[in-house]
Structure formats: C-alpha cells, structure tokens
C-alpha cells in the first residue's frame, strides 16, 4: 500500500517538475527520492511519470492517483489539526476556500471576530474564480470549509448563510439616475449600452451574461476586468454600467447604485467535506451570524435615493 511519505513525493515531483527540485523542497536525496518513488510505482503496478529531457508528464495512472494524493496529504494535515484541538492546543490553521468576490465582500467581518475570539488559531485562504473551481477543489480535499454557492450534488454538509444581492452600477450623471425607476433599473432599458464587464474565467461573467439573457440581451462589452471593485470603479467613471455584489460596494462610493429589477442576486453556503470539528464549526457560526450580504452604508444609500423621488413631487 502507498505511504503518504510517497504520495507527498508524487505531489511534490508534479508540481516542481522535476525529481532535483522535488528533493530540494522535500530536503531529501534525490537518490532517495528516485527510490521511494520507483517503490510507489511498482505498488501501483506501473509507471506514473514520464521522464522528459526537463521536464516530467503524468501517465493515465499518474493524472488518476494525483487527485487522490492530493487529497489523502490534505487528509492528513486536517486530523493531525484535529487532534491537536482535541488535546487542548491552542495553535494552527484553519484552511478555508472561496471566491475572490466573497472573499473581499463577505469575509472580512467574519475574519476579524474570528481573530479576535480565536488569536492563535491562524487562517489560511485560498481564493478560486468560478464556483466549480471552488468545489473541486473542495472536494480535493484543499480546504477546512469552503464559502460559495450551493455545489452541486455535494455529498457533504452544507449551511446556508444568506443571500448576495447584485447592483448595477453607472456613473453618477447617467440620464437613468433621474428617471422615476430610479433606484431600480431593468436591465433591458441599458441593452443599448457597452459594459464594464468580466473575463471570462471569473464566475461574475456567467452571472452578468445570464442576467442580460434574461433580459433579452446579449451585452456589448466595453472592458473587461477580473474583480468586482475594478469593475464599479470603471462604471462609476463612465465606461458603462455593470453588475457587481452589493457587498463589494464601500462607503463613500462615488458611482450611481441601482437595483435590477427583476432582482438579481445568488445563494451562498458553507460546506465541508466531512462534519466539521470544533474550531471549523465555530467558524461556520461567526460566518452565518455576520456575514454582511448587504452592508448598512449601502442599505442606507438605497433608502434614500428611494424617498429622493417622492420628495421632487
């Protein structure tokens, strides 16, 4: 049976590409190493890498086992973390995954209570662009608890933690801001206009795309960027409208905030992989009980450009 001292070989190989590098890291031999890795691929009946002049490729067997290596490894680490907590060590990490939007709109609150209540347990982020990524890469074993959409037929825990609500955003002088819809918009009254819009391997592309199908509409692209606060930054100078969480939003921002209507808007949840232990679950309870979908500066916004119209009449 594979040793997970070979499976970290395996991973450690795959990733630095070469077995000298792999040693390097490993602050092992690479005699040592060649030998220990021969020892797995004889367990498994066959080779896993292929040797090129500089570099190495993995064989049908070796793309089949690395998953599951990365996995088991993964594994690993989290029971060893387990045990400590159970025998009272204040120490460690707390492995946590999500997307790039989530992690500047929603964790931020979280991250700071849960420094403040647990100082010594450290917080390790890994941060996907689109929500499949997030989830095989949970499913991989990366992470503690992972923050995102509700992944599809998961077969571990899932927690809901509230629903994200999206805004368009446009300059302040848009004609738009004036009309008595304002401060909801219907996304085919702007069917005409370029937009501020995402690159494709970011899940808030897939988002915008299917809210202007809905629509009616295919948007016209103006730019692209990869992050929520990039994207209201271009539309608040002009560029074009787009489509970002309204948690990304921060106070004082200068550009035009309007609803879609009909409202757009997405669920998230945490999930694990197994039941999670005490400190993952303490987590899960300061994340469900603070998670700013919608924070009180752009509730507050919102409110009052709603009574501005009534208050022109």
């Given at each position: 049976m594979a040793t997970l001292r070979?499976?970290?070989?395996?991973?450690?190989?795959?990733?630095?590409?070469?077995?000298?590098?792999?040693?390097?890291?490993?602050?092992?031999?690479?005699p040592g190493l060649s030998h220990q890795f021969q020892a797995l691929e004889r367990e498994v009946g066959g080779p896993l890498l292929e040797r090129l002049p500089r570099a190495v490729r993995l064989?049908?067997?070796?793309?089949?086992?690395?998953?599951?290596?990365?996995?088991?490894?993964?594994?690993?680490?989290?029971?060893?973390?387990?045990?400590?907590?159970?025998?009272?060590?204040?120490?460690?990490?707390?492995?946590?995954?999500?997307?790039y939007s989530i992690s500047f709109g929603v964790l931020p609150g979280a991250l700071g209570i849960w420094r403040?209540?647990?100082?010594?347990?450290?917080?390790?982020?890994?941060?996907?662009?689109?929500?499949?990524?997030?989830?095989?890469?949970m499913a991989a074993g990366q992470a503690d608890i992972a923050l995102g959409p509700p992944p599809t037929a998961w077969e571990g825990p899932i927690r809901y933690v509230g629903?994200?609500?999206?805004?368009?955003?446009?300059?302040?002088?848009?004609?738009?801001?004036?009309?008595?819809?304002?401060p909801g918009i219907r996304l085919a009254d702007l069917a005409d206009r370029e937009w501020v819009h995402f690159t494709p391997d970011s899940g808030l592309a897939g988002?915008?795309?299917?809210?202007?199908?809905?629509?009616?509409?295919?948007?016209?692209?103006?730019?692209?960027?990869?992050?929520?606060?990039?994207?209201?930054?271009?539309?608040?100078?002009?560029?074009?409208?787009?489509?970002v969480p309204a948690n990304t939003i921060p106070p004082h921002f200068a550009g035009?905030?309007?609803?879609?209507?009909?409202?757009?808007s997405r669920q998230l949840t945490a999930y694990t992989r197994t039941g999670p232990d005490p400190v993952a679950a303490a987590?899960?309870?300061?994340?469900?009980?603070?998670?700013?979908?919608?924070?009180?500066?752009?509730?507050?916004?919102?409110?009052?450009t709603e009574r501005a119209p009534q208050s022109r009449r």
């Open positions: 070979q499976l970290e070989y395996l991973v450690a190989i795959v990733d630095e590409g070469s077995f000298t590098r792999a040693a390097e890291r490993l602050h092992i031999t690479q064989t049908p067997a070796g793309r089949a086992m690395l998953p599951h290596a990365r996995a088991a490894l993964a594994d690993a680490e989290r029971a060893t973390t387990a045990a400590r907590r159970a025998t009272g060590v204040a120490g460690g990490e707390l492995h946590l995954a999500t997307l403040d209540r647990h100082p010594g347990v450290r917080v390790r982020l890994f941060e996907h662009r689109r929500a499949e990524d997030l989830a095989a890469a629903t994200e609500e999206f805004l368009v955003i446009t300059h302040a002088g848009d004609p738009v801001t004036s009309t008595d819809q304002t988002i915008l795309d299917r809210a202007c199908a809905a629509a009616g509409f295919h948007p016209k692209i103006a730019v692209r960027t990869e992050q929520a606060p990039a994207a209201a930054n271009y539309a608040a100078a002009g560029l074009g409208p787009t489509l035009a905030l309007l609803r879609p209507d009909p409202p757009v987590f899960l309870d300061i994340l469900t009980d603070q998670a700013l979908l919608m924070p009180t500066h752009i509730r507050r916004r919102l409110r009052l």
